[in-house]
């Protein structure tokens, strides 16, 4: 089956596309990539969603017309996928959409809302869409995140030791796999999601982010500030758990100076950089990990990289394209295979991962111009093998 799968994570920087054969083959699932491709949000429409963004507040009027925007510009970026990537067929695509809102009381998932209505999608290919995967979890009572968990299970399980996968986007996760016992997977903190918004700031939207950590390598830690910031509530809580720009966004990080002299906006940058990579480092080594297989757009972030690195000490640091995925498309290919799993039947989540009762099949299927076709239950995959084109 040919899969394109749409990501537009916390950053709401881009929509990236990235397109896959996918095939059961007995217990195992097999992935051939196809290629990529990544499409900048307009600044207008970039504009429009971050000021109706938390904490602003924003109005159903402006919700609908940004749900109907970002529906028209994921299909956009669906149609130049079916043609450059899949000679212009598809047989499936997979919608993350945008997160605007992950409602989080006191530790628990109330909601989570993710907009780009997929009925453009579909109309403009003609291709059934999943979409609207995180709020099924949600409802069996997990965090409705980490959800890319399930393909690092599948991917990483019986690598040896104790992998870990790290997504730096806004937010940064963790999928822990250990050689024995259930795995484990949650939002670390803030990956880029302060540091864009800092950078922002203080360069009065000259620079949206730190390109090349030119300012954090500029800059030195404010250890008072640092300090601040670990004291957070939220990196205590134990796993799983889910968080976003509900919590880390401006002005939490301007409510934490208060009271400080002024502080050099590199020094500012660095220190939201070094507070990514010690919550990071943290994490991976409370839950025992052996090594980091990271992707996510941090990870050009070299200032982000060199301090992670440090922070993790004599664990290794790697990338997913050392593993033969294209670490800028992760996200999306996981998203490939949570739709690939609904449309024949089969749980996209892992319960220990999120916290869940039981495992669910994700996701709302919106039909294409020909009559709806569902796969019929297959075997439950246990591994999954990336292959190369012939």
């Known amino acids: 089956m040919r899969v394109i799968g749409l990501m537009s994570g916390t950053s709401y920087d881009a929509i990236d596309a990235a397109a896959a054969e ?26 429009e969603l971050a000021s109706a963004l938390p904490p602003a ?3 159903l009027a402006s919700v609908t017309r940004l749900d109907t925007l970002i529906g028209q510009a994921f299909a956009s970026v669906a149609e130049q996928a079916v043609e450059q990537l899949c000679a212009g067929r598809a047989d499936l ?14 530790g628990v998932v109330r909601g989570t809302l993710q907009i780009g209505q997929p009925a453009w999608i579909a109309e403009a290919t003609g291709t059934t869409v999943v979409s609207d995967l995180r709020s099924r979890d949600v409802a069996a009572g997990g965090q409705g995140a980490p959800l890319v968990s399930l393909f690092d299970v599948l991917w990483l399980r019986g690598r040896g030791g104790t992998p870990v996968a790290l ?5 940064a996760n963790i999928t822990v796999v250990p050689g024995e016992g259930d795995p484990v997977a949650f939002d670390t903190g803030p990956a880029n999601a302060l540091i864009d918004a800092v950078v922002g700031e203080l ?21 008072e500030l640092f300090d601040r910031l670990l004291a957070e509530p939220y990196y205590a809580r134990p796993a799983p758990k889910s968080t976003g720009k509900e919590l880390f966004h401006l002005a939490y990080l ?12 590199d020094d500012v940058v660095a220190t939201v950089t070094a507070l990514t990579a010690r919550t990071v480092a943290d994490a991976v080594k409370t839950h025992g990990g052996t090594e980091v297989i990271a992707a996510g757009g941090g990870i050009r972030n070299p ?8 922070e993790l000490g004599d664990l290794p640091l790697r990338s997913t394209d050392e593993l033969g995925l294209p670490s800028a498309a992760k996200e999306a290919y996981a998203f490939a295979v949570l739709g690939f799993l609904t449309v024949h039947g089969l749980a996209g989540t892992v319960p220990s991962c999120t916290g869940a009762r039981h495992a669910s099949v994700l996701g709302t299927i919106t039909p294409g111009r020909g009559p709806l076709s569902l796969t019929p239950p297959a075997a439950v995959p246990t591994s999954l093998r990336l292959a190369t084109a012939d």
């Open 22 to 47: 996918l095939r059961l083959d007995g217990d195992q699932l097999v992935l051939q990539p196809l290629g990529m491709l990544s499409r900048p949000y307009s600044s207008e429409l970039r504009t």
């Open 203 to 223: 360069t009065a939207g000259r620079l949206a982010f730190d390109a090349d950590g030119l300012m954090a390598l500029r800059g030195k830690v404010h250890p």
């Open 254 to 265: 301007a409510e934490r100076m208060q009271g400080l002299p002024e502080i050099p906006s």
């Open 57 to 59: 507040s924003t109005s």
């Open 93 to 106: 695509i997979v919608s993350h959409g945008q997160t605007v809102f992950h409602w989080v009381d006191d």
């Open 167 to 171: 997504n730096l986007g806004g937010i």
């Open 303 to 310: 200032a982000l990289m060199h301090r992670l690195a440090e």
